[in-house]
């Protein structure tokens, strides 16, 4: 089992950043990438960010290239989401989620969510 503790949400004008922390403890060592989602009001929970534990390939969904950026740290077993140039379509609730080797997106390791809130 893993655990996944996310931090660092709260409440930004647009154009501001924030950064978020997911701390993950248990057997981490079965993980195979980490990655951010987000859910906005009356809407699906979307993939912002994923990062693998390894070697450290990245991806990030069209919305956030080149604001956002994914980053991790083995030894402290965390995983972070700078996000900069915030917009009000940011505002969601964001979510860490941890995928085991040999599954897809999500993975079966989700936080509790940290709530962004953008405003104009």
């Known amino acids: 089992q893993v655990q996944l503790v996310e931090s660092g949400g709260g409440l930004v004008q647009a154009g501001g950043s924030l950064r978020l922390s997911c701390a993950a403890s248990?057997?981490?060592?079965?993980?195979?990438?980490m990655g951010w989602y987000r859910q906005a009001p009356g809407k699906q929970r979307e993939l912002v960010a994923h990062?693998?534990?390894?070697?450290?390939?990245?991806n990030y969904a069209d919305s956030v290239l080149g604001r956002f950026t994914i980053s991790r740290d083995n030894a402290k077993n965390t995983v972070s989401l700078q996000m900069n140039s915030l917009k009000p379509e940011d505002t969601g609730v964001y979510y860490c989620?941890?995928?085991?080797?040999?599954?897809?997106?999500?993975?079966?390791?989700w936080g509790q969510g940290t709530q962004v809130t953008v405003s104009s």
């Open positions: 989620n941890g995928r085991q080797y040999g599954s897809a997106w999500p993975g079966r390791y």
């Open positions: 248990g057997s981490t060592s079965s993980l195979r990438a």
């Open positions: 990062i693998t534990t390894t070697g450290g390939s990245t």
